[in-house]
């Protein structure tokens, strides 16, 4: 998964596909989780829109991702939470 991948996805995407992302947005007191824009806003939006660095968020949610699940980033299938 690179950078600009990544900054390019909806934050609900992130959120749904990779289920350790959402701490992250938590610990930075972004209200993404839960928020109805999470679907339309791609993480550099939410990024700017918190004053947040891009880089910074980018590399923070890429460290939550599993290294087996950034394996298959590739794959457009949406993974749900139970």
Known sequence: MT???LLS????DVMTRWPDTVPVFHRRRMACPGCV???FMTVAEAARSYAQSEDELAAELARAI???AADHSRDD???RVP
């Open 66 to 68: 599993p290294a087996a």
């Open 77 to 79: 299938t949406p993974r």
């Open 37 to 39: 824009m999470a679907p």
């Open 9 to 12: 996805m909806t934050v609900d």
């Open 3 to 5: 950078r600009s991948e």
